[in-house]
């Protein structure tokens, strides 16, 4: 190896020149070999994978969630009609002794049942399946915010041969109630699509567009739980033109 002296300066000049030149050189050195042991830490490190978004597919449907349904806050199941045909089939086929039964006066209001299973029936139950009828019925869509429902127990209804599809006599005593419309739709503790009163993940509100809304709906619950619902089972389940409150 040769070194180039600088003849106009002394020995101890052109030493201390090179002292310092060597010291930049091992400071160079020092920087590529740290960037040499960091690229190799990164090329043995397992390539990372993007996690995917997979679907979770919702339970299978029960028989009674052709109806209007709910479960209650204390666990009892509550079926409601959707039409005169629904309304029919859960009276004459699905009422049994010491169930509830609740209506209102609304033309083309849905019959609603509490399925006690012989079981006593709790005030909170009681009350949320009159919101449900109310809910459900023309009230939402008239932009009503409360009108008058009634309950009755299952010996109290009859059908006559003169009443349409849909249609039954009521005797005796009502135990009337005055609840406000409110529903919310949201996932149960089973994981399946429920509306009811019963508080869930989006409250709804009367006003709006269905289609919309159930679309909105769709996709916070994919986001939230990874659940692809169909649209047109949201839809089924909305009580009529809606939004949400977020």
């Given at each position: 190896?040769?070194?180039?002296?600088?003849?106009?300066?002394?020995?101890?000049?052109?030493?201390?020149?090179?002292?310092?030149?060597?010291?930049?050189?091992?400071?160079?050195?020092?920087?590529?070999?740290?960037?040499?042991?960091?690229?190799?830490?990164?090329?043995?490190?397992?390539?990372?994978?993007?996690?995917?978004?997979?679907?979770?597919?919702?339970?299978?449907k029960?028989?009674?969630?052709?109806?209007?349904?709910?479960?209650?806050?204390?666990g009892?199941?509550?079926?409601?009609?959707?039409?005169?045909?629904?309304?029919e089939?859960?009276?004459?086929?699905?009422?049994?002794?010491?169930?509830?039964?609740?209506?209102?006066?609304?033309?083309?209001?849905?019959?609603?049942?509490?399925?006690?299973?012989?079981?006593?029936?709790?005030?909170?139950?009681?009350?949320?399946?009159?919101?449900?009828?109310?809910?459900?019925?023309?009230?939402?869509?008239?932009?009503?915010?409360?009108?008058?429902?009634?309950?009755?127990?299952?010996?109290?209804?009859?059908?006559?041969?003169?009443?349409?599809?849909?249609?039954?006599?009521?005797?005796?005593?009502?135990?009337?109630?005055?609840?406000?419309?409110?529903?919310?739709?949201?996932?149960?503790?089973?994981?399946?699509?429920?509306c009811?009163?019963?508080?869930?993940?989006?409250?709804?509100?009367?006003?709006?567009?269905?289609?919309?809304?159930?679309?909105?709906?769709?996709?916070?619950?994919?986001?939230?739980?990874?659940?692809?619902?169909p649209?047109?089972?949201?839809?089924?389940?909305?009580?009529?033109?809606?939004?949400?409150?977020?």
């Amino acid at each position: 190896m040769k070194l180039v002296l600088d003849t106009t300066k002394t020995l101890e000049e052109n030493a201390a020149f090179y002292f310092e030149k060597s010291k930049k050189s091992k400071k160079k050195i020092e920087g590529l070999s740290k960037a040499i042991h960091i690229t190799k830490s990164k090329i043995s490190e397992e390539p990372v994978v993007k996690e995917q978004h997979h679907y979770i597919k919702p339970n299978e449907k029960k028989p009674f969630m052709k109806f209007r349904w709910f479960i209650s806050s204390d666990g009892f199941l509550c079926i409601g009609g959707r039409d005169a045909t629904t309304n029919e089939i859960i009276i004459k086929k699905h009422l049994e002794e010491n169930d509830l039964v609740f209506h209102t006066e609304l033309p083309g209001s849905p019959f609603f049942v509490i399925k006690s299973e012989n079981k006593p029936i709790p005030q909170k139950t009681i009350e949320e399946a009159a919101i449900a009828t109310v809910s459900f019925s023309r009230a939402w869509n008239q932009g009503l915010t409360t009108a008058e429902v009634y309950h009755i127990k299952p010996d109290q209804v009859k059908k006559d041969i003169s009443l349409p599809k849909g249609s039954f006599m009521i005797y005796g005593k009502r135990e009337y109630h005055k609840p406000h419309v409110k529903l919310f739709i949201g996932l149960n503790k089973e994981n399946y699509l429920e509306c009811s009163p019963v508080k869930k993940e989006f409250e709804l509100r009367q006003g709006g567009k269905k289609t919309d809304t159930a679309k909105l709906i769709q996709k916070l619950l994919m986001q939230k739980y990874d659940i692809k619902f169909p649209l047109d089972e949201i839809v089924q389940l909305l009580p009529g033109d809606c939004s949400i409150i977020i």
